[in-house]
Each structure stands twice: as structure tokens, then as C-alpha cells.
């Protein structure tokens, strides 16, 4: 049984542990947890705010191939690899003279050549020349060869090859002579200005 003293000490204790109780609570509820929610968002924010300047981070060392890219780029616009001139006549008649002289020093005779209509494929403009020559296979070949591989950068786009009749002379060997019709094509840059 408990005593009246001891009943006392009891009910102080739980008043007193109540009491406190009381106390804490609130502060526990409308302190302690706000500022706890408060901090954990701001580690939130930070923990987002790292990964973003990790991504940024990346981007910019990047910055040295993206410089390096953009000046080849720049050189490749600046150098051989497309047709240029200040307008397409001028444009196409330097293609034409151009097949002309490529055509001859590779040893095949250019008997025409003529403009074809410039023509815009995937947003790249393209002028066009016709050339008909003539020679020996290997001469025509080389031709081909010279005309595909130099720069400014030049397509055949289309070719019609035909054999010509040669002289029998008895006791003479002659090479075969072919007449090669070849349409070709380059990108353009008109007066300075990417195709």
C-alpha cells in the first residue's frame, strides 16, 4: 500500500513529468520539427544544386573540342572544299573551265561542256556542269578519277559511256576510244556564304 508521503512524492513526479511534457511538446511540434523539415530541404536543394554544377561541370571541359571543332570547321569553310564566287554564273563557268582543264591534263579531249541548272538537295545548293569527252579507257578514267578526287569536291552524277568506231588499219593496233558524257555537280558557296 502506498503511504500519504509516497502518494505526494508520486503525484509530484507525474505532475512534474506532465508538466515538462507539456513543455517540450510544443517546442518539439513548433520548433524543433519546422527546423528540421527546413534543413532537410535545404540539403535537398544542395544535393540538386551539386548535380546540376556536376553537369555544367562537364559541359564546360568540353569547351576545348567544341573550340577545336568549330575552327576546323571554320577552316573547312574558308578553304578548297566547295565551289565559290560571287554569284552562280560565275560559279558555273569556273567548273566548266575547270572540268575542261582536268579533263586534258588527264589525257582525255573535252569536246563540249555546258551548265546544267543549279540545283538545292537537303538545303545544300549544288551547281552542275555537263562535259563530253573523249579518249582512250585509261584516259577517261584518269578524267573520272581526277574529277572525283580533287578539291573543291565535285560528284559525277550521272554518265553515259559510249564506244566509238576505230580505223582497222592492218598491222595497227589501236586502243579502244570511248565517248563519256558525265554530269557533275559541286556544293556552292555564293560569294563567301556557307551552302
Known sequence: MMTPA????FRRRAIFLLVNAA?????????????H????????????????????????????????????????????????????NVISADLQTRLKAVSEAAGARARAVQALP????EQIRY????????GTIQSVQRAVYAIETAKPYLFVTGAIIKTLPTANRPGVTEEPTIQAQLDVAGAIQVGGKSP
Open 6 to 9: 509516497r502518494n505526494v512524492a
Open 23 to 35: 513543455i517540450v511538446l510544443p517546442v518539439v511540434v513548433f520548433i524543433v520539427l519546422p527546423l
Open 37 to 88: 523539415a527546413v534543413f532537410s530541404d535545404r540539403d535537398d536543394q544542395i544535393a540538386d544544386r551539386q548535380a546540376v554544377l556536376a553537369r555544367l561541370t562537364a559541359v564546360a571541359s568540353q569547351e576545348a573540342m567544341v573550340q577545336s571543332i568549330a575552327s576546323d570547321t571554320t577552316a573547312q569553310m574558308r578553304g578548297d572544299e566547295f565551289l565559290s564566287g560571287p554569284n552562280d
Open 118 to 121: 543549279a540545283k538545292t538537295i
Open 127 to 134: 551547281s552542275a556542269s555537263r562535259i563530253e569527252l573523249f
